[in-house]
């Protein structure tokens, strides 16, 4: 009886390790490099007047937004309000993958807003933060190929006023029904300009401090999202203290202690905040390569991690 037990325990764990093996090449399968550029040079053009809240340009880009997400399954659904603080309305863009567990949630977020038109000039952000959005965008993608139900239910989240104020994403936190269910948040915000070259490109990888796991988690999985070393990343690993503050989506999540893992760029470059800031100067080298890795961080939190 113990032979046929521990067989059928070798069988289950081998046809678990081929399930997640397979998942994951169905879902590389769904990075392409030619989408992530087409969505980024599209939402950084000048069409879209440089996203800021509560403009014609900021609608234009949520509609956007919402057909490259119907295109890949999703049914995306926008949570509004408005804010007298700054006399406009908010626009996220939210879309989910139901998992095992729907009353458990890991949420993927970046803003797609933007300064808009200053003295008569576009701040595209391309960088900031149009590459965090190829970065969900293409999460969600991954996600909705791998032919796996998560354990838990993920929300893909897009982002409106991050600029100045952050207010999409606090929004979504303090109105969320129970924050304590939100097991994970990861963010974008700023992660396609490899200042130091395509080769070896850096990144910042943020987590608050009383997870000390979520360290771990990456440099475990860096060999094997990036196994050849000449075609890796050049991480800067930032602990961060779990209370709130900071510059970006995750100080939502951070004030209700939630685990966190933040992207973003190392050093701020010259066309931060800037007109500059284009699509030409993208490196889709470094962005594939935080896709991919932040794939296999977020698939093993999701399903070993309560």
Known sequence: MKIIQKTLLLLAILSTTALYSNSFDKALKAININEIKQLTIELSSDKYQGRQTDTDGSRLAAKYIDSVLLSIGYNPVRQNFYSSRIDKNVSNILARIDGKDTNSFVVIGAHYDGLGVVNGEIYHGADDNISGVAAVMTLAKMYKNNGVKPAKTIIFAFWDREEENILG?????????????????????MVGRANNGDLFPEVSYAWNN?????????????????????????????????????????????????????????????????????SDKISFVKLERVIRLSYYISFNLLCFRP
């Open 169 to 189: 994403s606090n929004y979504y936190t303090s109105n969320f029904y129970k924050p304590e269910r939100i097991s994970l948040y990861m963010n974008f915000d």
């Open 210 to 278: 009383n997870y000390p796991y979520l360290k771990t988690i990456c440099r475990k999985n860096l060999h094997k999202a990036l196994p050849k070393k000449n075609q890796s990343l050049d991480i800067t690993y930032e602990v961060r203290w779990g209370d709130g503050k900071g510059g970006s989506d995750y100080i939502a999540f951070s004030k209700f202690n939630i685990p966190y893992i933040a992207w973003m760029e190392v050093n701020m470059h010259p066309d931060y905040h800037r007109p500059t800031d284009t």
